[in-house]
């Protein structure tokens, strides 16, 4: 089946670094997206990317879709206390509703 | 605006007992899925529905069934529980496709 490889698994940085993750598929995805897990929520979508190559911001967050269709990459600049959380990749191929999720990366902020 | 409304948050169950996990949006989405979380393996759909009365399955459906009677409820139930299906149960709304989905808050699934 479909697998997605997301890296780090952790980070612990300072407030104020910037953060990048990736997540790669053996699998060509259409569409990448990035969640956002809070302690005892559910994921909150970040951005959601839809054309190969794509590079797409949400406030701090830019995540880009990768040109072979197989990677996605979430940077967050100058990080904040309350970026802490999971962040997890997602990714859905044609003609198929079965969204796969990679295992997350857990990221710390320290004040 | 409720979103999507996940009952019970906690559940304790014995092994061979069935409940249901329910599950409710009011944002008339269509598309509306069931996942599990397990520590270290990120999110797994068991099953999906694209509208009422239409459902199907996902990457690890068995254990499991579903209904899809209104655009409303899609409730999950788990005939005979077992150990196996300790866990974090997430329902999840979509207006489109299964992306871009909104998540329920969860429920704690404990099989003892």
């Known amino acids: 089946g479909q697998q997605l490889n997301q890296s780090p698994q952790s980070m612990f940085i300072q407030e104020g670094e910037d953060v990048s993750m990736n997540c790669t598929s053996s699998?060509?995805?259409?569409?990448w997206l990035w969640y956002k897990q809070d302690p005892g929520e559910g994921p909150v979508l970040l951005i959601a990317?839809?054309?190969?190559?794509e590079l797409t911001s949400n406030g701090r967050l830019t995540a880009q879709f990768g040109i072979t269709r197989k990677d996605s990459f979430l940077n967050i600049s100058a990080s904040i206390p309350s970026d802490v959380g999971i962040y997890f990749c997602?990714?859905?191929?044609?003609?198929?509703?079965?969204?796969?999720f990679g295992a997350g990366t857990r990221l710390t902020v320290k004040p | 605006n409720a979103g999507v409304t996940q009952t019970p948050k906690f559940q304790v169950l014995k092994t061979g007992q069935s409940m249901t996990l329910q599950c409710a949006q009011d944002?008339?989405?269509?598309?509306m899925s069931w996942y599990r979380q397990d520590p270290g393996m990120g999110l797994r759909l068991i099953h999906y529905s694209v509208g009422a009365g239409i459902t199907d399955q996902g990457e690890v459906p068995n254990g499991y069934n579903v209904s899809r009677s209104t655009t409303e409820d899609f409730p999950l139930r788990l005939l005979s529980a077992a150990p196996s299906q300790t866990s974090v149960y997430f329902c999840a709304s979509s207006y489109e496709g299964i992306t871009e989905a909104f998540f329920g808050q969860g429920t704690r699934l404990t099989v003892v």
């Open positions: 990317l839809y054309k190969a190559g």
């Open positions: 997602a990714g859905q191929s044609y003609n198929n509703n079965d969204m796969r």
């Open positions: 944002m008339n989405h269509e598309y």
């Open positions: 699998s060509i995805f259409n569409t």
